[in-house]
């Protein structure tokens, strides 16, 4: 029996000690800001809205860590070097150290870093490894003390509490009630988190001033290149468009679309494309589709398991864990936008 979703007073205490966590202590890196965010993202793909405890895989966490720092290891523009992630002057983070030489292929070419690779098996290796030596254990601590914040307590999830015993760990145990809070709260958590990682990146990085084009490099998601499963996208749907079902009669007259809008949850997998005519995309732009649309959208993706995760150029190559994202990155938007 699932337990009761959290109140509005347990939401809101959760927030309180979300700010606490980040405003507290010294931080020689910008990990604890990551890990905040990629759990936050993994209870809205893979938690629900009650209070259950959730398991997270580490490797999960791992690909939500290279994801966010994959752009952050590219030269920032307005200097044309590396923005630092430590303050260790001698080096770079490491997981900047990870990437720095893997940025000039596109992310999209490690999509989501499931399908792999040996350099995918490496960076998912390293980032794990970072992850079990430098940050689980440490995300619940305040400066270089190595006991959580008496106030706070392991709010979050109880182990590891050592370096040693995170790299033994395969899988994370968010406490009850933390993933639906995080889900519920995900647009506020996310503005402190990437509020407090800017500040510290300025301060950590002193020419950069009030630089203010800073936020957008560091935390708007690059779009991907979606317009080469358009004619995959055709042929799955018999030529007509996803949403009014009239023929797409010239290619200069559809386009790829998020189904679910790029601008509500970044997600760019082939389970989440649909090809519609540019008219309707254009008028539709950041909105939510009507629920019938959404029902159609979720039965293709039943129907069509196998052609989505089939290898390319066949099929799309989805990883086949992007179903269960789509939909629960769907249940998620619907019931908060409802």
Not at 52 to 60: N, P, R, V
Not at 74 to 88: D, F, G, I, K
Not at 173 to 190: M, S, W, Y
Not at 312 to 324: I, N, V
Request: net charge positive; proline share 5%.
């Amino acid at each position: 029996m699932a337990r009761p979703a959290p109140t509005a007073q347990q939401q809101l205490d959760f927030l309180v000690k979300i700010e606490r966590l980040l405003a507290k202590g010294r931080r020689t890196t910008t990990y604890k800001f990551a890990l905040l965010i990629a759990l936050t993202n993994l209870a809205v793909e893979q938690g629900d809205d009650s209070g259950d405890a959730l398991e997270i895989s580490i490797d999960d966490i791992a690909r939500q860590f290279l994801s966010l720092y994959w752009n952050m290891a590219r030269p920032y523009p307005q200097l044309r070097e590396v923005l630092r992630q430590s303050t260790n002057v001698a080096r770079p983070a490491k997981m900047i150290s990870l990437l720095i030489n893997q940025v000039h292929d596109s992310e999209s070419s490690y999509q989501r870093l499931r399908v792999y690779r040996e350099r995918r098996d490496t960076l998912l290796s390293e980032a794990r490894s970072t992850l079990a030596k430098d940050v689980l254990h440490r995300l619940q601590t305040v400066g270089d003390s190595s006991k959580p914040d008496p106030e706070l307590g392991r709010f979050l999830f109880d182990r590891p509490r050592t370096a040693s015993e995170s790299r033994r760990l395969r899988r994370l145990k968010l406490k009850p009630g933390v993933a639906a809070c995080l889900r519920k709260l995900r647009g506020v958590v996310l503005s402190i988190a990437e509020t407090r990682w800017a500040q510290w990146v300025r301060e950590n990085n002193k020419s950069l001033g009030a630089d203010s084009n800073l936020e957008e490099f560091l935390f708007v998601p690059k779009r991907t290149n979606v317009s080469r499963y358009a004619k995959r996208l055709y042929l799955l749907q018999d030529g007509v468009c996803f949403y009014s079902g009239k023929m797409l009669t010239k290619s200069s007259a559809w386009e790829v679309d998020h189904f679910i809008p790029w601008a509500r949850y970044p997600f760019d997998s082939p389970f989440n494309l649909v090809l519609v005519d540019r008219r309707i995309n254009n008028e539709l732009r950041d909105q939510l589709k009507p629920a019938k649309w959404r029902r159609k959208w979720l039965t293709r993706n039943q129907t069509d398991f196998g052609l989505l995760t089939a290898p390319e150029p066949t099929g799309f190559g989805a990883p086949a864990e992007d179903a269960e994202a789509a939909e629960a990155i769907s249940n998620w938007i619907y019931r908060t936008t409802a």
